[in-house]
């Protein structure tokens, strides 16, 4: 078994999202130490996002890292577990709203499509969409 950066790292369909750890610079993190829970969006879901939106993010190191920040937990989490709860703070310090069951979870308006993916250091889910935080949404809106 290997980290979660590692195991998202081989995974083909998660090539943007570990692009995106790499540029905010959380891989050593997902790779070290500790129990994280982190939701990674496919490739696809950042098809779907507006590439001036991303751009903006992309272009920030602080507002790229607070996106990254949302969409990871302190903590292994699997969707049996996470379905017993309403939201969930990130290591971003906003929350995620958590609503379905184990085989059907949403989280905010993704739709977790491959739950508990086992690493070494925690657990990751796939997503179909990608997940901005309120405060960087809002700033971005305002610069894009």
């Known amino acids: 078994m290997k980290s979660i950066f590692e195991t998202a790292r081989e995974d083909d369909r998660l090539s943007t999202s570990v692009a995106m750890l790499q540029a905010g610079g959380m891989a050593d993190t997902l790779r070290g130490e500790g ?40 903590g292994k989490l699997t969707t049996w577990e996470l379905a017993q709860m309403e939201a969930i703070r990130t290591l ?9 069951s184990p085989e059907a979870m949403r989280v905010n308006d993704a739709a977790v499509i491959q739950p508990n993916v086992e690493c070494t250091n925690g657990i990751y889910h796939v997503i179909d969409r990608v997940l901005v935080p309120r405060a960087v949404e809002a700033r971005v809106k305002g610069h894009v």
Request: proline share 4%; net charge negative; glycine share 10%.
């Open 92 to 100: 971003q310090g906003d929350h995620l709203d958590i609503s379905g």
């Open 35 to 74: 129990e994280y829970t982190a939701f990674f969006p496919t490739d696809e879901a950042y098809s779907g996002f507006p590439g001036e939106v991303l751009d903006a993010i992309t272009d920030d190191r602080e507002w790229l890292s607070g996106m990254i920040l949302y969409h990871v937990i302190q």
